[in-house]
């Protein structure tokens, strides 16, 4: 099974900026594209951002639009989470996963190859 691997999260005062990364560990896959979702203690797991393949679309949460930016890179099965302005409401463990329908890009039914998550904490 090939899997998406999570790095760049940690400790950040409220108002700092962290850069997470994805990367696929083991072959390459096809999919439709990339997107990050979070899931603080006691919630559901919500969506974040996505991007993709076909034409470079981003979408964005509300709450993170203006401060996030996601890019990736296709052939490498790859991207980034720039985050900045970071809150004390950001923090959470953050996910990447692979987007396998093609569309459903807010919903996390259409991801697989989920990662084991990276830790962001941004302290007030």
């Known amino acids: 099974q090939v899997q998406l691997v999570e790095s760049g999260g940690g400790l950040v005062q409220t108002g700092g900026s962290l850069k997470l990364s994805c990367a696929a560990s083991?072959?390459?896959?096809?999919?439709?594209?990339m997107g990050w979702f979070r899931q603080a203690p006691g919630q559901e797991r919500e969506f974040v951002a996505a991007?993709?393949?076909?034409?470079?679309?981003?979408y964005y949460a509300d709450s993170v639009k203006g401060r996030f930016t996601i890019s990736g890179d296709n052939a490498r099965n790859a991207g980034n989470l720039q985050m900045n302005s970071l809150k004390p409401e950001d923090t959470a463990v953050y996910y990447c996963?692979?987007?396998?329908?093609?569309?459903?890009?807010?919903?996390?039914?259409?991801?697989?190859?989920w990662g084991q998550g990276t830790q962001v904490t941004v302290s007030s």
């Open positions: 996963a692979a987007n396998i329908l093609g569309n459903g890009y807010y919903s996390p039914w259409a991801y697989d190859n």
């Open positions: 083991g072959r390459t896959f096809s999919s439709y594209g």
């Open positions: 991007i993709s393949w076909s034409g470079g679309d981003t």
